[in-house]
């Protein structure tokens, strides 16, 4: 490998993201070739430089206090209950999804048994409808009046000569 | 590593937290303020920006951490929304001064008013001339290579942390920070020479 494709490798290296069997190989390269050591020095100091402790600082304890104060005035939303969690879970696209899908096929079945099986109030309207009969137009089965001979298609006969059967009554 | 604490004891605070204990929440707070703090100073420039965007980043941590999954993600998960805060002022400065924040010739206080050119007198006073160079060098990357830089020299991370905070495969880090290296080792060198000169 050059030495050109081998420096990459040595920021790696110098910042601990490479493994032993590699690091082997680099510190073996660096021990032959000038240029290569030079490079690796030359980014070992940049790193101690940009590593110094001077450079850190330390965030002002103010902002606890402040982050603290918004904190009491807006409680965690999400930290309690049932429905907060349904929620949350429900921020899940492919959730989201299936929810609707269920929902969409129990709306479906439910109007689909609707249409298979009777009309329990049907039955209700048929008593009702024979009420509203019975009330205004009378019971067809019990209030019939008594069937008088007059009335009777089958007895009007004047004089049993007229009555084909040989009863004594005849037919008109 | 920022945060010397054990990975499970970590979780474990996360996991209460989680559970709405405020304790809890303070310890993450203590534990990783600095860091993220240092964090975004590094990547805003801005010592009174980073302070806000502290306050913003835990402030939306609180806020999502029930959300979290994972609570062994918890350092990355936090660092990703801190850079999203700094991300999202510098757009918002971005739109005021019109300049792309994808140009990968632009340095990070392009995106600033002109004001935050100028190194905060606090950070002058803290180690003067040094740090003066390094925001310098700094202020020479591109946003790109600029939050691999940071998190790779500043903050010490290890490359693998690095791509799940940028969301960027590993070849990618790798290159950029070398990059980065580059460009920060010629942005020093030019302004020693340019010290030297001044001085004689």
Known sequence: ?172 | MPNEIAPAELSKIVARAQQGSEDDFYQLYLLFSKAIFNFIWRLIGSTEDAEDLLQETFLKVHSELKHLRDPNQFRFWLYRIARNEVYQKLRRAQRSSEVSIDDEEAGYYNFLTDDTHQPDPETLALSGELNEVVSRALDSLSPKYRDVFVLAVFQKMSYEDITKIVGRSMLSVKTDIYRARLAVKETINTYLKKSKIQKA
């Not at chain 1, 190989?25 to 050591?37: I, K, V």
């Not at chain 1, 330390?58 to 999400?78: D, G, K, V």
């Not at chain 1, 109030?121 to 001979?149: C, K, W």
Request: hydrophobic share 40%; charged share 15%; aromatic share 10%.
């Open chain 1, 1 to 172: 490998m050059s030495c050109e494709n081998l420096k990459p490798l040595m920021t790696a290296w110098i910042d601990g993201s490479c493994d032993s069997q590699l690091e082997v190989q680099l510190r073996e390269h660096t021990q032959h070739c000038s240029a290569c050591a030079a490079f690796y020095q030359e980014q070992q100091r940049l790193t101690r430089l940009f590593q110094s402790p001077d450079l850190e600082l330390e965030p002002p304890a103010w902002i606890w206090t402040r982050i603290s104060s918004q904190l009491q005035t807006t409680p965690q939303s999400s930290s309690t209950g049932f429905w907060n969690d349904l929620v949350a879970l429900f921020r899940i696209p492919s959730l989201r999804y299936a929810a609707l899908a269920v929902v969409c096929f129990v709306v479906l079945s439910a109007g689909l048994l609707r249409v298979g099986e009777s009309d329990p109030s049907g039955d209700v309207m048929l008593a009702q409808l024979q009420t509203y009969q019975i009330e205004t137009h009378g019971n067809p089965f019990e209030s019939v009046p008594a069937a008088s001979d007059a009335d009777n298609p089958f007895f009007t006969f004047d004089s049993v000569g007229d009555n084909p059967f040989g009863g004594n009554r005849s037919l008109r």
